[in-house]
């Protein structure tokens, strides 16, 4: 079975400053991952996601993620923060095309002015 | 090309009634999936459906839950006799497997789901 593990529910950083969400998934085959951002009251936007190509994925609004198989980690960063980028992110697997998403629980980010 | 569209955004239903929430997927997706959000929770898959067949349904409760995907017509899940625990935010999403984003989900907006 899949999982997937956020580390920290609640996340709050200072606008400009360094933005890192860490994920962690298990998976018994190479996975596909995602990040996908919500914004209050609204549906999932896809951030970015890894299929197997480059291990380092870029996606919008500067965002990036790294994966890394031996870690079993794909950590969302993105350099500078903005105001909005205050949402909740979800990481999310899946070990084949098509299949049923596993998300994690969520992180919650608060960007301070 | 119009998003994946839900509807109603908002339902409020009584305990005992039935809930019966809409998904339109994408143009040329044909392939649906429906999650759930509990309240500070994250998304809980449920169902996956193509045109008139259930793929995977290991997410859905046994009782009083139930998703069709007709051939022709929006993939409704039904919720019957609802009770408060089934208070939650319901989203579905399309997957067009084909194209370069065969394999990605586009959301829907939601339907909340409230129960009196």
């Known amino acids: 079975a899949q999982s997937v593990t956020q580390l920290g529910s609640h996340v709050s950083v200072s606008e400009g400053a360094l933005v890192l969400l860490r994920c962690n998934y298990s998976?018994?085959?190479?996975?596909?991952l995602f990040w996908y951002v919500q914004y209050p009251n609204q549906g999932l936007q896809l951030l970015l996601k890894y299929t197997s190509a480059a291990t380092l994925v870029k996606g919008i609004n500067g965002f990036e993620a790294e994966f890394k198989k031996s870690e079993t980690s794909f950590h969302l960063t993105k350099p500078s923060a903005h105001m909005s980028d205050a949402a909740e992110y979800f990481c999310?697997?899946?070990?084949?095309?098509?299949?049923?998403?596993?998300f994690g629980g969520g992180t919650r980010v608060l960007v301070k002015p | 090309n119009a998003g994946v569209m839900q509807n109603p955004r908002h339902l409020v239903r009584r305990r005992g009634q039935e809930a019966r929430l809409r998904c339109s997927p994408m143009?040329?997706?044909?392939?649906v999936y429906w999650y759930r959000q509990l309240p500070e929770e994250g998304l809980k898959f449920m169902v996956y459906?193509?045109?008139?067949?259930?793929?995977?349904e290991s997410g859905m409760p046994k009782e009083r839950f139930s998703a069709e995907f007709p051939k022709e017509g929006p993939s409704i899940l039904r919720i019957q006799q609802v009770v408060r625990g089934d208070s939650a935010a319901y989203f579905c999403?399309?997957?067009?497997?084909?194209?370069?984003?065969?394999?990605?989900?586009?959301f829907g907006p939601g339907t909340r789901l409230t129960v009196l």
């Open positions: 998976s018994s085959v190479p996975p596909y």
């Open positions: 143009k040329g997706h044909s392939h």
């Open positions: 999403a399309s997957n067009p497997m084909s194209g370069a984003t065969y394999n990605e989900q586009f």
């Open positions: 459906l193509q045109k008139e067949n259930i793929i995977d």
């Open positions: 999310a697997v899946t070990k084949a095309a098509g299949n049923k998403l596993t």
